[in-house]
């Protein structure tokens, strides 16, 4: 018999899946219907920003269902994982999307200051916080810390980036920045209750329920306001 467990898993995957899914959708639309045409390399940095995202979710998708023995369940109950525990999914997936961030961060520093050097700087605290998360071994303890503080910090600092832009420009290309800050705050605060999930099924929710369907749902959200602050871009 099917289990509430075995449904709340399937629907959890099935989120992530529309998720990873959307991802590559983003990519190729903006790689080839729209960098193609028009060169634009935002548009180009946007696609990459995209695709490092889906690859980085697919290992992280491996390693939170088939690796994690908590990722059910949360900490309350333990089980074997089908893979084994291995952090080597995990690891690998916090590298690809923080390489994601670095390329978003070196996007918009460029876009603000039109600077080699502020591309530098707004991506090396990503590409740092990449490094170590990607090939040094932390216990789990650090590495959400490390990842849901970080990952809290790039939510309010990239929107913000964002919304100065839209502060500067005006018209169409004002809407464009104000969604596209709106988007990616709502997509970082999805990665950011999914990094914090375990701690807030133990000290709000319960289980990993509410935490584990909000996150993707804020994700997908997300995207669609990029989406659409995308087009408008286009249009401006």
Same mark, same amino acid.
């Given at each position: /018999?099917? %289990? $509430?467990? /075995?449904? =709340?898993?399937? $629907?959890? @995957? +099935?989120?992530? *899946?529309? $998720? $990873? +899914?959307?991802? #590559? #959708?983003? *990519? =190729?639309f903006l790689l080839f219907f729209r960098w193609r045409? %028009? +060169?634009?390399?935002?548009? #180009? @940095? /946007? @696609?990459m920003f995209f695709l490092l995202l889906a690859i980085g979710r697919c *290992?992280? *998708?491996? +390693?939170? #269902?088939? @690796?994690?023995?908590?990722?059910l369940t949360g900490t309350l109950v333990i089980y074997t994982p089908y893979l084994g525990e291995s952090p080597f999914w995990l690891m690998a997936g916090a590298f690809f999307q923080w390489m994601a961030l670095a390329l978003l961060s070196a996007t918009a520093g460029f876009m603000i200051f039109g600077k080699r050097w502020a591309e530098i700087a707004f991506a090396v605290p990503a590409v740092g916080l990449g490094f170590v998360l990607g090939f040094i071994p932390l216990d789990a303890t650090t590495r959400v810390l490390l990842s849901g503080t970080a990952g809290a910090i790039y939510a309010l600092f990239i929107p913000l980036l964002f919304w100065y832009l839209a502060w500067q420009s005006g018209g169409m290309l004002r809407r464009s920045n104000l969604f596209l800050g709106l988007g990616f705050f709502v997509l970082f605060a999805g990665r950011v209750i999914h990094a914090a999930r375990y701690f807030l099924a133990d000290m709000v929710f319960g289980s990993v329920t509410i935490p584990g369907v909000m996150a993707p749902g804020l994700i997908v959200i997300g995207l669609i306001l990029i989406a659409a602050g995308n087009e408008w871009g286009q249009a401006s």
């Amino acid at each position: /018999m099917q %289990t $509430v467990d /075995m449904v =709340i898993r399937e $629907v959890h @995957a +099935g989120l992530w *899946f529309l $998720v $990873v +899914g959307y991802y #590559f #959708f983003l *990519f =190729i639309f903006l790689l080839f219907f729209r960098w193609r045409k %028009t +060169g634009n390399p935002f548009q #180009f @940095a /946007m @696609a990459m920003f995209f695709l490092l995202l889906a690859i980085g979710r697919c *290992f992280y *998708f491996v +390693g939170d #269902f088939y @690796a994690d023995p908590a990722s059910l369940t949360g900490t309350l109950v333990i089980y074997t994982p089908y893979l084994g525990e291995s952090p080597f999914w995990l690891m690998a997936g916090a590298f690809f999307q923080w390489m994601a961030l670095a390329l978003l961060s070196a996007t918009a520093g460029f876009m603000i200051f039109g600077k080699r050097w502020a591309e530098i700087a707004f991506a090396v605290p990503a590409v740092g916080l990449g490094f170590v998360l990607g090939f040094i071994p932390l216990d789990a303890t650090t590495r959400v810390l490390l990842s849901g503080t970080a990952g809290a910090i790039y939510a309010l600092f990239i929107p913000l980036l964002f919304w100065y832009l839209a502060w500067q420009s005006g018209g169409m290309l004002r809407r464009s920045n104000l969604f596209l800050g709106l988007g990616f705050f709502v997509l970082f605060a999805g990665r950011v209750i999914h990094a914090a999930r375990y701690f807030l099924a133990d000290m709000v929710f319960g289980s990993v329920t509410i935490p584990g369907v909000m996150a993707p749902g804020l994700i997908v959200i997300g995207l669609i306001l990029i989406a659409a602050g995308n087009e408008w871009g286009q249009a401006s």
